[in-house]
């Protein structure tokens, strides 16, 4: 039997109602929420730590780190981890832990819930279960999102809904597979269904992640709207090392009178900081070359771009860029190198 470790840090999962009647919020424990799920026990051998108790809005990147930290300090003693997290929050997590341990042969599964464990028709019982079953199958590896049924690649998660079951969506990426109830189905190169494996001992996994625990928190998202200006670049240059700059449709930035993004961008670059242009258009991407409101970017090798890549993974993948080198040429060579499946290889 395979050796899982459940990693609780709070959110809708652990929530019960506050005695105040303020609302919901992180009490149980890690311990209390496998209770409700007695089944677990008959797929693993499982373990459970609890380094937070805190709703995700509360998540922060030096939380990461830690559960980063946590995962890698009991690495070689599990066959898989599943991190149990708030939804509003768990697509940066999932990006984030994507890139501090990049490759990993054995399974990270983030999972949670919409409503509390201890509601009468919650998700998360079946979220929790499914979560583990991942986690134990040989073919699973990588850090991934298993919620309602669907394996979503870390990279490519975005909550899409606040209060139905199918929360997160894959974002320009296929599911790699779907759980139904307790048979986790894969399509393989031919299309043919993978069935779940057999487990194996730890020491049969081979090889390591590439670990890594530096990160520049000073990475802020810009939506454009029409009417804004350019002077909001300016505004944050004191606090932010990086700007990822939303675009309208794939890859339209206005023009101003007076004023002018394109030399605001091109002075935020001359300045020795970051810049990503995305498109604020969850699905198909970005491209600068299409029209002329984005022509004047689409060449410039230090603008950054998004291309396919979720919001979410941007944060993160430009927070870990930065936190390995501040030299605009190995950032780019950081930030396009595909981890994880986070963007179209092209």
């Known amino acids: 039997m395979k050796r899982i470790l459940m990693v609780a840090t709070g959110g809708t999962i652990a929530s019960m109602p506050e005695a105040d009647g303020t609302g919901l919020a992180p009490a149980l424990t890690g311990e209390e929420l496998a209770g409700y799920v007695p089944q677990a026990r008959g797929l693993c051998d499982l373990d459970i730590v609890q380094p937070m108790n805190i709703d995700s809005t509360n998540m922060r990147p030096s939380d990461w780190k830690r559960i980063a930290a946590t995962i890698m300090d009991a690495y070689d003693n599990y ?17 984030a832990l994507s890139y501090l341990i990049q490759g990993s042969p054995k399974p990270i599964v983030l999972t949670g819930s919409q409503q509390p464990m201890a509601n009468p028709f919650t998700d998360a019982k079946l979220n929790l279960y499914q979560s583990l079953l991942y986690a134990t199958d040989d073919d699973s590896h990588d850090v ?3 919620f309602g049924g669907s394996v979503i690649v870390g990279t490519r998660a975005h909550k899409q809904r ?4 199918n929360a997160f969506t894959s974002v320009n990426y296929p599911l790699p597979a779907i759980i ?21 001992p730890v020491a049969a996994r081979a090889g390591r992640p590439r670990v890594y625990d530096r990160l520049d928190e000073h990475v ?19 606090d932010y090392d990086a700007v990822i700059l939303e675009t309208f449709g794939i890859g339209g930035i206005p023009e101003c009178k007076g004023a002018h993004f394109e030399q605001a961008i091109f002075d935020w670059i001359d300045c020795g900081k970051t810049i ?25 090798p230090a603008i950054l771009r998004g291309d396919d890549m979720t919001t979410e993974a941007l944060v993160a993948k430009t927070m870990w860029a930065l936190g390995q080198t ?20 092209r």
């Open 79 to 95: 066959d898989g981890f599943v991190v149990l997290h708030g939804t509003d929050t768990m697509a940066y997590t999932a990006a």
């Open 144 to 146: 991934s999102i298993v």
């Open 162 to 165: 606040t209060m139905s079951f």
């Open 180 to 200: 139904r109830n307790d048979r986790i189905v894969r399509e393989g190169r031919e299309g043919m269904t993978i069935p779940t494996a057999a487990g194996t």
């Open 220 to 238: 802020v998202v810009v939506r454009l709207t029409p009417g804004l200006g350019p002077g909001i670049l300016d505004a944050l240059g004191p």
């Open 276 to 300: 990503v242009l995305t498109t604020q258009v969850s699905e198909e991407g970005l491209d600068l070359g299409v029209y002329e409101v984005g022509s004047a970017y689409a060449n410039e």
């Open 326 to 345: 501040r030299e605009p040429a190995e950032v780019a060579k950081l930030f396009y190198r595909p981890v994880n499946h986070d963007r179209a290889v």
